[in-house]
């Protein structure tokens, strides 16, 4: 995937042209993997000619928290990193889908493998995104024969930079395998999410994804699935571990997160998922899921933010 990033980026407490937004080849979090990031996505409503964001308190909400689990601190407060990234984007003038990746990093020139007493920073740089993977095809997967870390070895609530080597060895290993996705389980054996994203399954009309515990990240495009299914769609919704050959015999299976959107899965482990089409909950949940990001629906006008004067 080619990145076109915004021209402006948000580094060292100020807005600079991208080409100067580099960091020194001794910095600790390029040692150690010692950052915590978010990912959040600006939809482009073309009739409105408005760029709303996507839950921006709530990514930030977790970018705090990640960072508290870490021992880092942005140097900025809920608000003021709100503001910071309204501004960036309008700066950008992007008028068209955007993804933001605002993170927290340890930007000490230090050696020592430690959290504590290490200086933070806090940086964003945006890029044009449409879609991550194909989310209209539907998805060949495997489970990988990587498991997912354990929260207890690295926070995956965290979103911890260096946790991504997880993700990449999983991801690599489907790619080249002839996949498209990976699909991790967690120490107990059970379904923990993909390499960036979480995942659900339909099993007779009822809606289930992997807990909280299951070594996941506390995905928000999760959260909004499960609150639209319930109260717009009257599904019945379950937080539940999921076994592996439950992914075989479920209806339906798709992954859900910023970059991904909604991506349903056709193949997992060359076994055909339900008769290899879309099924209609992921359907139904796709189509409200996308009317509500991109503001062409009036329903949770408090998930999206403006960045253009209305
Ligand atoms: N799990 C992992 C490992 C991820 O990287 C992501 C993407 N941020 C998700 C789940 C989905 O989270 P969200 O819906 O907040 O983007």
């Known amino acids: 995937m080619k990145n ?4 402006i980026a948000f580094f060292k407490n100020q807005f600079v042209p991208i080409e100067e937004a580099n ?15 978010g990912g959040i996505r600006a939809y482009w409503n073309e009739k409105e000619q408005q760029l709303w964001v996507f839950r921006l308190e709530d990514h930030y909400k977790r970018l705090l928290q990640s960072s508290r689990i870490l021992f880092m601190n942005p140097g900025y407060a809920l608000e003021d990193l709100k503001k910071i990234t309204v501004e ?10 955007v993804y933001l990746r605002p993170f ?4 000490a020139l230090e050696l020592s493998p430690r959290l504590y007493n290490v200086d933070d920073s806090f940086a964003i740089y945006t890029l044009a995104l449409d879609d991550y993977l194909d989310i209209n095809s539907g ?8 498991q997912r870390i354990n929260d207890n070895a690295i926070p995956t609530r965290s979103k911890a930079t260096g946790g991504y080597i997880n993700s990449a060895l999983a991801k690599s290993e489907a790619s080249l395998n002839g996949f498209d996705e990976a699909i991790f389980l967690d120490a107990n054996g059970m379904v923990s999410e993909g390499t960036a994203a979480n995942l659900f399954i339909v099993r007779d009309n ?4 992997a807990p909280k515990t299951a070594s996941i990240l506390e995905g928000i495009t999760r959260r909004t699935l499960l609150q639209i299914a319930k109260e717009q769609l009257n599904l019945t919704i379950e937080e539940r571990d999921i076994s592996r050959t439950e992914l075989y015999i479920a209806d339906e299976v798709f992954f859900s997160g910023t970059g991904v959107q909604l991506a349903w899965i056709k193949e997992i482990d060359h076994r055909t998922i339900g008769n290899g089409g879309i099924g209609p909950v992921s359907t139904k949940l796709r189509q409200l899921f996308f009317s509500i990001v991109t503001g062409n629906s ?11 004067p209305k």
């Not at 076109?4 to 021209?7: D, L, N, Q, R, V």
């Not at 998805?139 to 990587?146: F, I, K």
């Not at 009036?298 to 253009?308: A, G, I, K």
């Open 206 to 209: 009822v809606l289930i994804t």
């Open 23 to 37: 960091i020194n080849i001794q910095t600790h979090a390029l040692q150690y993997g010692t950052g915590a990031f």
């Open 88 to 97: 960036l984007l309008a700066k950008n003038n992007w008028k068209q889908n």
């Open 104 to 107: 927290v990093y340890k930007s």
């Open 298 to 308: 009036e329903l949770y006008p408090q998930w999206r933010t403006p960045v253009y």
């Open 4 to 7: 076109s990033a915004g021209k």
């Open 139 to 146: 998805l060949r997967c495997c489970v990988s024969s990587w």
